[in-house]
């Protein structure tokens, strides 16, 4: 496992200063995100609406934090891989939404990014186990999908330990993710768990200080 990564999410940002909220978490030291997490929601896969490509482009000019764009809409294969020309670091796809996502991760990277698969809290890890061998990260929701600010869900950790399993003893090589409700309360926990990345949203844009929150959440799951 190496040092925790914090990604903030710009979903609890505002989304009229983008450029400055991305400044906020770009700071030196523990104060700056490894990854700046960015929710792409069409108001088909999950019931909320937020931004595309578009903003996913004027972000990429407007800070130099690697993107991490967590698609949580219908039909990746056909809207994911321009994701990754355009730039962005990540690309992670939810596995409720396609019939093929080793095909979706195989056009993420050809297309120069890294391919992410996301599971629901519902969604059951066995029947993705081989396609794992596939992508560079498996993010677990642990909210559902489509809003910041819901509590956590800790009985998904069963599927982080399951997968931690998996990569410490070799048989994986992949990053594991965890979005949703993840807070000071929250992250040592998921950390325990075997978590390398963590999203926070509403715990990182709802404090005055967003780079301050980064240093607390990262302190927690090192700890
Ligand atoms: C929810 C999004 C999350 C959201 C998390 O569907 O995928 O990335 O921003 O927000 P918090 O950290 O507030 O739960
Ligand atoms: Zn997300």
């Given at each position: 496992?190496?040092?925790?990564?914090?990604?903030?999410?710009?979903?609890?940002?505002?989304?009229?200063n983008?450029?400055a909220?991305?400044?906020?978490v770009?700071?030196?030291?523990?104060?700056?995100?490894?990854?700046?997490?960015?929710?792409?929601?069409d108001?088909?896969?999950v019931?909320?609406?937020?931004?595309?490509?578009?903003?996913?482009?004027?972000?990429?000019k407007?800070?130099?934090?690697?993107?991490?764009?967590?698609?949580?809409?219908?039909?990746p294969?056909?809207w994911?891989?321009?994701?990754?020309?355009?730039?962005?670091?990540?690309?992670?796809?939810?596995?409720?939404?396609?019939?093929?996502?080793?095909?979706?991760?195989?056009?993420?990277?050809?297309?120069?990014?890294?391919a992410?698969?996301?599971?629901?809290?519902?969604?059951?890890?066995?029947?993705?186990?081989?396609?794992l061998?596939d992508?560079?990260?498996?993010?677990?929701?642990?909210?559902?999908?489509?809003?910041?600010?819901?509590?956590?869900?800790?009985?998904?950790?069963?599927?982080?330990?399951?997968v931690?399993?998996?990569?410490?003893?070799?048989?994986?090589?992949?990053?594991?993710?965890?979005d949703?409700?993840?807070?000071?309360?929250?992250?040592?926990?998921?950390a325990?768990a075997?978590?390398?990345?963590?999203?926070a949203?509403?715990?990182?844009?709802?404090?005055?200080?967003?780079?301050?929150?980064?240093?607390?959440?990262?302190?927690?799951a090192?700890?």
């Amino acid at each position: 496992q190496l040092a925790p990564m914090i990604a903030p999410s710009i979903l609890s940002a505002d989304f009229a200063n983008l450029a400055a909220e991305a400044a906020a978490v770009s700071g030196p030291g523990p104060s700056r995100a490894d990854w700046l997490h960015v929710d792409v929601m069409d108001a088909h896969f999950v019931p909320n609406l937020t931004l595309g490509l578009p903003i996913v482009q004027s972000l990429l000019k407007a800070t130099d934090i690697p993107l991490d764009c967590h698609l949580m809409i219908e039909d990746p294969a056909r809207w994911a891989p321009p994701y990754a020309e355009a730039g962005a670091h990540n690309v992670t796809f939810h596995a409720e939404a396609t019939d093929n996502p080793v095909a979706v991760a195989k056009d993420i990277r050809a297309a120069g990014g890294k391919a992410g698969l996301a599971i629901k809290p519902g969604t059951a890890l066995e029947p993705y186990l081989e396609i794992l061998r596939d992508v560079d990260t498996l993010l677990v929701m642990s909210v559902e999908p489509g809003f910041g600010g819901q509590k956590f869900m800790p009985e998904v950790l069963d599927k982080v330990r399951a997968v931690r399993k998996l990569v410490d003893s070799g048989d994986l090589r992949l990053l594991i993710e965890i979005d949703g409700g993840i807070a000071d309360s929250t992250i040592a926990e998921a950390a325990e768990a075997g978590v390398d990345c963590f999203v926070a949203g509403s715990a990182v844009y709802g404090p005055e200080d967003a780079g301050a929150a980064v240093a607390a959440l990262r302190a927690k799951a090192a700890a």
